[in-house]
């Protein structure tokens, strides 16, 4: 390990970022030394440049990716090499395009979710969209989180290190509680091939192709899709957003408001003025009768 690196990593612990950024953040900045193979300390303004080029032009990234990489680059110039940049202009952030998620419908929840073979897997993708859950905080769960008297979920350090309680149905009480019957796991809820570790990630989402593949819904269907679902599914039975915010964990607002754009019971309660006219527009032309003379 490079002493720049050693230095990189104190710096995020010392800030306490999450494990999962100090990941990300130290790979991006190696795929940057090794595409110009030297040291970033040897590299300035025009190398940067030149990356973010190859990024969006050849690599062809999304946009998501890309601010990965200039949030990596611009920690490291900034904190760690403590350069007097003007960020904003030195290491751009490209805008981020608003769209929004395709939403699945309850019939569509009810149909993935039969088509999930393991039981494991069906139990962490039902927390996803019974409780709202990230999939890294379903998969994270322990039995003491389940509070069957108040009817909760303890969510610990999810998402920005917020602990939060999320509600707890009683059909997700009972899946939970078959699991745990079954299965008997000691610390982890869900536990992983690896001892002491609960099941990772990319074993859910692999589960969760495997299901999309045999369901036959031409949406796109990942785990965050649930927690998507649960959302909008909750705004069209009348919940309010402000409620909502609380039970995913948003940090803004606005983030939980882009939902109420999703919503049918939002976006249809109100007639289209094509509905309000006096004469209802004809579906026909007549066509003009030929002229005689």
């Known amino acids: 390990m490079t002493s720049l690196r050693l230095r990189m990593l104190e710096d995020m612990q010392i800030r306490n970022l999450a494990v999962n950024t100090q990941e990300s953040y130290v790979q991006q900045v190696s795929l940057f030394a090794r595409y110009f193979n030297q040291s970033p300390e040897q590299l300035g303004p025009e190398q940067i440049r030149a990356y973010q080029l190859?990024?969006?032009?050849?690599?062809?990234?999304?946009?998501?990716?890309i601010l990965m990489a200039i949030s990596a680059l611009?920690?490291?110039y900034k904190v760690t090499?403590?350069?007097d940049w003007t960020f904003a202009d030195i290491i751009p952030a490209p805008k981020k395009p608003q769209t929004l998620p395709v939403v699945l419908?309850?019939?569509?929840?009810?149909?993935?979710?039969?088509?999930?073979?393991?039981?494991?897997?069906?139990?962490?993708?039902?927390?996803?969209?019974?409780?709202?859950?990230?999939?890294?905080?379903?998969?994270?769960?322990?039995?003491p989180a389940i509070d069957s008297k108040r009817m909760v979920l303890r969510v610990e350090q999810g998402k920005g290190m917020k602990d939060r309680y999320v509600m707890l149905s009683p059909k997700l009480l009972e899946i939970l509680r078959a699991w745990w019957r079954v299965e008997r796991p000691e610390h982890?809820?869900?536990?992983g091939d690896i001892?002491?570790?609960?099941?990772?990630?990319?074993?859910?989402?692999?589960e969760c192709q495997k299901a999309h593949g045999i369901c036959k819904i031409s949406k796109p269907i990942t785990p965050h899709s649930l927690r998507h679902a649960f959302a909008v599914h909750l705004l069209e039975q009348g919940a309010d957003v402000r409620?909502?915010?609380?039970?995913l964990g948003h940090r803004s607002l606005a983030t939980t408001a882009k939902y109420l754009r999703i919503a049918t019971s939002k976006v249809c309660s109100t007639s289209s003025p094509l509905d309000l006219l006096p004469h209802?527009?004809?579906?026909?032309?007549?066509?003009?009768?030929?002229?005689?003379f």
Not at 116 to 134: D, E, P, Q, S, W
Not at 243 to 247: P, R
């Open 195 to 206: 001892p002491n570790q609960h099941i990772s990630r990319a074993a859910v989402e692999r």
């Open 74 to 76: 611009r920690f490291l």
């Open 243 to 247: 409620t909502i915010q609380l039970l």
């Open 105 to 143: 419908s309850p019939e569509e929840v009810v149909q993935f979710l039969a088509c999930v073979a393991n039981r494991k897997h069906r139990a962490i993708l039902t927390t996803c969209y019974g409780a709202g859950l990230r999939v890294s905080e379903s998969i994270a769960l322990t039995p």
């Open 54 to 65: 190859y990024l969006t032009k050849e690599k062809k990234l999304a946009t998501s990716s």
């Open 280 to 292: 209802p527009v004809p579906l026909e032309v007549k066509p003009t009768p030929p002229p005689l």
């Open 81 to 83: 090499l403590k350069k």
């Open 188 to 191: 982890w809820l869900f536990p």
